[in-house]
């Protein structure tokens, strides 16, 4: 009887080959600062720096000289401050001038910036989610139109709309300044965007199928549209806060006038009986509420910024 011989099995060299391959190893890349070029980490760094200072030294300028009195105004070192602090005299006087015309002034700055940022973000709102979410027959060259409206310097607008509100009676008059703020294009086509990429279609289907009306389905979008609205007044809060041409054309009332067009008064004075110290004042004052509306809605701010970028 003849055997057959077998070679012998190796357990190891069948284990070895019946195990996959180790995938290669990657190599361990840096993150994105660590990778940059130091020569251009100091350049950029140096840029934004420059920017930094370019923006802010005004605002410390403004905040140093709003604490020296007339004497010290206009001696020594301009960014720093003198030898007797004076806010407090600076302010009480501030609030005395004319009468107290400068609390008038606040108060209608904030009547005209606070009223026309709210209606102006709720018409925006209404105006792009209609634009977003209804087909109609012309819809996009309605959005051509507010492309083309944002594009448009508001000054170029001021002196039509004086001719036409001195045919219709209202110049010097608070609605001469507020019906002008109430509108937005760069309003309506954020909020058009917004819309589009936020609200669900299935949202409005699933309200319509329950019975629910398009003001009611609306209101619940504009729960989703958050964000973008708060943009949205935070930038026409500022707009119509800042706003100087259209109020001083439209405005001969100094009771009617805003902030920003009363200091400018004041200050063709040549600091006769107003002085500059109290000018100054005002101006730092006058930027309070502007920081205070930043700081207070600026998580909504930054997240209504990046709308539309991701769909």
Not at 57 to 63: G, H, N, R, S, T
Not at 71 to 79: H, N, P, R, T, V
Not at 119 to 145: D, H, I, N, Q, S
Not at 264 to 275: D, K, N, S
């Amino acid at each position: 009887m003849t055997s057959t011989l077998r070679p012998p099995v190796d357990p190891a060299g069948t284990a070895e080959a019946a195990a996959p391959a180790a995938p290669p190893r990657r190599r361990r890349t840096g993150s994105p600062l660590t990778t940059i070029n130091p020569t251009t980490r100091l350049v950029t760094l140096g840029v934004m720096t420059l920017f930094a200072l370019y923006f802010l030294l005004p605002v410390w300028w403004l905040v140093v000289s709003a604490t020296k009195d007339s004497g010290e105004l206009f001696a020594g070192d301009g960014f720093w401050f003198g030898h007797h602090f004076a806010l407090w005299d600076n302010v009480q006087t501030l609030f005395r001038a004319q009468g107290g015309i400068y609390s008038r002034w606040l108060l209608n700055s904030l009547l005209y910036a606070v009223g026309g940022g709210i209606v102006a973000t709720l018409l925006a709102a209404m105006c792009g989610y209609a634009l977003a979410k209804f087909p109609f027959p012309g819809r996009e060259a309605v959005f051509g139109t507010v492309l083309a409206a944002v594009l448009l310097p508001a000054p170029v607008l001021a002196v039509p709309l004086y001719l036409l509100f001195s045919h219709t009676g209202i110049v010097n008059t608070f609605w001469s300044v507020f019906i002008p703020s109430i509108v937005s294009p760069f309003g309506v086509y954020l909020s058009r965007i917004y819309a589009a990429s936020s609200v669900p279609d299935a949202l409005i289907e699933a309200g319509r199928i329950d019975g629910a009306g398009e003001l009611r389905i609306f209101t619940m979008g504009m729960r989703i549209m958050a964000p973008a609205m708060v943009t949205v007044f935070l930038f026409q809060f500022v707009a119509i806060w800042t706003n100087f041409l259209l109020p001083s054309l439209m405005l001969a009332d100094s009771s009617l006038q805003p902030v920003t067009v009363g200091l400018v008064g004041w200050r063709q004075m040549q600091g006769y009986p107003i002085g500059y110290t109290t000018v100054v004042t005002g101006a730092m004052l006058s930027v309070i509420p502007v920081i205070a509306m930043f700081v207070s809605l600026q998580a909504f701010w930054s997240k209504g910024l990046t709308a539309g970028a991701v769909k």
